[in-house]
């Protein structure tokens, strides 16, 4: 799997829109970007993923380049409880066989700040 | 819908013991994998099983294993522990093996004396 590049740490003010960029410039044409995140004392949640297009739920948005080779995830309105370390991750497509674990980076550890 | 559930929430083992943790997927799902936490390797792939098979396993040694039962809950030993098995050990379940999500559990905090 790819690996990513995700900046260490962030600050991002209550109620302002948080954006957190991943840098995964080896992904293949087959590989999926997933973002979880981890609140303390808690196991990772899923947010989001994609593969090519923009992706949007009730959680985020997921914004890819053109080229693939990085992406942005987007909290539109930041809450003190959005302050976790969000990790992003490279997957391939499930094949039907071989490993296909998640392989987490160190992640970016945002603060929300009131 | 109750989420993954892990039991005990803390252990405290004192080293050569050894140590079973439990978890039970969420309802419905039938494959279940493993992960360590810790402040220096972050989270590391333990194993998976799916339909009571051992699927995928990760660079962890012999002394670390697991199994999965009929009705999906599985459980992990670790065995002679060392004090560096002291961990975050997480369950992680989906609907089948390979699925783009995954519903953790909030772990199994390990401290081996």
């Known amino acids: 799997d790819a690996k990513t590049t995700q900046p260490p740490s962030m600050d991002c003010a209550e109620g302002r829109a948080a954006n957190l960029p991943c840098n995964h410039s080896t992904i293949s044409g087959n590989e999926y970007v997933y973002w979880y995140r981890q609140i303390h004392s808690q196991g990772p949640q899923y947010i989001i993923h994609g593969l090519k297009n923009n992706e949007t739920n009730e959680m985020a948005s997921l914004i890819i380049t053109e080229d693939r080779k990085s992406s942005t995830l987007i909290l539109p309105h930041a809450t003190l409880r959005d302050t976790a370390v969000y990790y992003c991750?490279?997957?391939?497509?499930?094949?039907?066989?071989?490993?296909?674990?998640?392989?987490f980076g160190k992640g970016t550890k945002l603060s929300v700040i009131p | 819908k109750a989420g993954v559930t892990q039991t005990p929430r803390y252990l405290i083992k004192t080293r050569g013991q050894q140590v079973t943790l439990s978890c039970s997927p969420i309802?419905?799902?039938?494959?279940v994998s493993w992960y360590q936490q810790t402040p220096g390797q972050g989270l590391q792939f333990l194993f998976e099983?799916?339909?009571?098979?051992?699927?995928n396993k990760g660079n962890f040694p012999g002394r670390f294993s697991g199994r999965q039962f009929s009705n999906s809950r599985s459980e992990m030993n670790v065995s002679t522990l060392e004090l560096g098995d002291s961990a975050l050990y997480l369950c992680a379940s989906s609907l089948r093996q390979g699925d783009e999500k995954l519903f953790f559990g909030s772990g199994t905090q390990l401290s081996v004396l």
């Open positions: 309802s419905g799902h039938r494959s």
């Open positions: 099983y799916f339909s009571e098979t051992q699927r």
């Open positions: 991750i490279v997957r391939a497509s499930y094949s039907g066989a071989g490993s296909y674990q998640l392989t």
